[in-house]
């Protein structure tokens, strides 16, 4: 006969560990690419760039109604998918939340990128190219439009950036160019300031969202920045050509050289 706590696991119901077994099935997968699996893969390799250190940053998935987050101030590089909590988009209620961990800060901003822009992901980096470009912006330009925008062209990278926002959708709401950016587009993406808080960062990442409809980032000030796309491979493109742009106006920037 089966120990009480077998009985419980074979039913599915609601153990003491805060979670029933039916949603453990939420976070176990043999696919490299279930979400669980793919934020753990993920942020070991956006470890290696410098983007997720100190436990800063992060990465988000929407797999149909589910949201997947990993836990808050935890080594983001040493995260198993079992860290992983899962909402659902709809209802905000939380299907599985991992005994003794809180979920990411960033939260609110990534929903905000799910609502609002319709992404599949969600990427923030604490890339110190990000932090950099902000400050150059902040201290170099007087005019306060661009001083609250990173703006570039005729740089190659910037084909890997979508005109529309989250690009899912071949053909735009309003008139909006669809496809990626071309060699002699600007690529615009605006900067926020920072609050003492990450959640407190929300009401300005959504007003930013707003005002720059064709952005598929929001820049934080001496913190970094969220980018997102329709899918992974797309939010993860976009974060790297984003990142090479950063690099490449800063290395700019120190040779004297004007990057638009
Ligand atoms: C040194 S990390 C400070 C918090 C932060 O900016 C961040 O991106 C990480 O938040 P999380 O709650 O996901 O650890
Ligand atoms: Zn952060």
């Excluded at 939340?97 to 979920?103: E, H, Q």
């Excluded at 690529?187 to 720059?212: Q, S, V």
């Amino acid at each position: 006969m089966a120990a009480p706590q077998q009985k419980l696991e074979a039913d599915g119901e609601k153990q003491n560990d805060g979670y029933t077994t039916d949603t453990e099935s939420l976070v176990h997968s043999s696919d490299p690419l279930h979400p669980a699996n793919h934020i753990s893969d993920l942020c070991r390799r956006f470890y290696s760039l410098g983007w997720v250190t100190g436990t800063g940053g992060g990465v988000s998935i929407r797999h149909g109604n589910h949201i997947f987050l990993a836990p808050s101030g935890v080594q983001k590089e040493m995260m198993q998918p079992t860290d992983m909590f899962v909402m659902d988009f709809h209802t905000r209620e939380y299907l599985r939340r991992p005994r003794a961990l809180k979920p990411s800060a960033c939260t609110p901003l990534f929903m905000a990128a799910y609502t609002h822009r319709h992404a599949g992901c969600c990427i923030h980096t604490h890339s110190q190219w990000a932090v950099l470009i902000t400050l150059i912006c902040e201290a170099g330009l007087q005019n306060s439009a661009e001083r609250n925008v990173f703006a570039i062209k005729e740089i190659e990278q910037i084909k890997g950036i979508s005109r529309g926002g989250s690009g899912s959708d071949e053909i735009a709401e309003g008139g909006r160019k669809v496809g990626n950016l071309g060699y002699y587009d600007t690529m615009k993406i605006p900067i926020i300031e920072n609050t003492a808080h990450e959640e407190d960062l929300k009401g300005a990442l959504e007003r930013a969202i707003e005002e720059w409809p064709e952005a598929c980032a929001v820049l934080v000030r001496r913190h970094g920045v969220y980018v997102w796309g329709k899918d992974v491979a797309q939010a993860k493109t976009q974060a790297e050509s984003l990142d090479y742009s950063f690099q490449l106006a800063v290395e700019m920037h120190k040779m004297g050289m004007k990057w638009v």
